[in-house]
């Protein structure tokens, strides 16, 4: 009889921990047109962006067609952050006279789409005093398997 108790309390358990587990899987290939959120002028075009999430890390990726291939796109220093159904990642390059920061706030909102806030801010330092300027842009990002995002890609 105990046996059995134990057996319904972890049945139970089991159950109660699935109900609120995370129903979205973030691994797998992102894209999606992503737009700027203060287009004043209207007349900013949207921007394709490709990330790969693999165990909470993201990396945005670029498709050479001549090679059929996709391409992780290397940075200087990468920061990946994620909890429940918020994944962060931000990547850092820089050059002689100026530095860059991308960061992207992923969030799930299905098994199959993805919401993204993009932050990209630009140093250029001067010889008096440093310009710097900033873009943010938003949109959704759909899952795809590596087929379907290079069939996609070849059209």
């Keep these: 009889m105990r046996t059995i108790r134990v057996f319904i309390i972890c049945v139970v358990m089991i159950s109660f921990t699935f109900s609120f587990a995370q129903n979205f899987a973030t691994d ?12 004043l002028y209207g007349d900013s075009k949207d921007l394709l962006l490709m990330i790969y999430v693999s165990e909470g890390k993201a990396r945005q990726i670029e498709y050479r067609k001549a090679e059929d291939k996709f391409y992780f796109v290397n940075h200087d220093k990468e920061i990946f952050s994620n909890l429940k159904n918020n994944l962060v990642f931000s990547w850092q390059n820089k050059g002689e006279v100026w530095s ?5 706030m992923l969030s799930s909102i299905s098994a199959n789409t993805i919401n993204v806030l993009w932050i990209r801010q630009v140093n250029n330092q001067g010889v008096s005093s440093n310009e710097d300027w900033n873009i943010i842009r938003e949109g959704v990002l759909s899952k795809y398997t590596e087929r379907e995002l290079a069939a996609a890609m070849r059209l």
């Design 100 to 104: 860059e920061t991308q960061t992207f």
């Design 28 to 39: 797998g290939y992102w894209a999606g047109m992503i737009s700027d959120r203060d287009d």
